[in-house]
């Protein structure tokens, strides 16, 4: 198993840009979430999702859309990128969002908004 | 949502020595984790322990579930457990996993 796989590690994005940070997990966790990390802060809930077709907003959802088609694929997309949006980005997957299930999260994705 | 505190904030240890971490929780939570982030800012799952003690290496971790609140101990201190180590849970039906601020550890040599 590859675990939880977050692309890319690194961007730089202008202004008003939009992209799509992708996430995909192999171990066909139902649960699935992003979180983003400023610096020396904490982590903080954007979107989760229970299964596919499943998504809902998390602390701080504004600015950021998610789907979930698949069981495999948490994608989350920037409309239009602010430079307040700049920060370290996790992944994070478990087996349900029920008791007695650990989170295991990715590497991460460091995207700088100019 | 639930609150989640950790103290203290910020640690200096020398090489050896042991600690306790704390987390405290605002409301019951039914998921636990404590999580070390390393200087490359991997999260790397240390216990998941939503109630009871459990132990690896020379760290251990206790939640008490009902007075809610988790200690993490790490004994004989080496350099490499510097970095900043997060608690993290969430209620029943919420499916929403908060994380506390962190306490940053430094060891030195």
């Known amino acids: 198993n590859a675990g939880v796989t977050q692309t890319p590690k690194f961007q730089v994005l202008k202004t008003g840009q939009s992209m799509t940070l992708q996430c995909a997990q192999d171990?066909?966790?139902?649960?699935m979430s992003w979180y983003r990390q400023d610096p020396g802060m904490g982590l903080r809930l954007i979107h989760y999702?229970?299964?596919?077709?499943?998504?809902d907003q998390g602390e701080v959802p504004n600015g950021y859309n998610v789907s979930r088609s698949t069981t495999e694929d948490f994608p989350l997309r920037l409309l239009s990128a602010a430079p307040s949006q700049t920060s370290v980005y996790f992944c994070?997957?478990?087996?349900?969002?029920?008791?007695?299930?650990?989170?295991?999260f990715g590497d991460g994705t460091r995207l700088s908004i100019l | 949502g639930i609150q989640v505190e950790q103290s203290p904030p910020d640690l200096i240890l020398q090489e050896g020595a042991n600690s306790t971490l704390r987390c405290n929780f605002s409301?019951?939570?039914?998921?636990l984790q404590w999580f070390h982030q390393n200087p490359w800012g991997q999260l790397i799952n240390l216990f998941y322990?939503?109630?009871g003690t459990k132990q690896n290496g020379r760290l251990s971790a206790t939640t008490v579930a009902t007075e809610r609140y988790s200690l993490l101990y790490i004994s004989s201190s080496q350099t490499t457990d510097s970095g900043v180590y997060f608690c993290?849970?969430?209620?029943?039906?919420?499916?929403?996993?908060?994380f506390g601020t962190g306490t940053r550890l430094k060891v030195l040599a």
């Open positions: 993290a849970g969430s209620t029943s039906g919420t499916y929403k996993y908060i």
């Open positions: 999702s229970v299964g596919a077709g499943i998504t």
């Open positions: 322990i939503p109630s």
């Open positions: 409301d019951s939570v039914n998921n």
């Open positions: 171990m066909n966790h139902e649960y």
């Open positions: 994070a997957s478990s087996y349900s969002a029920d008791s007695n299930q650990p989170q295991h």
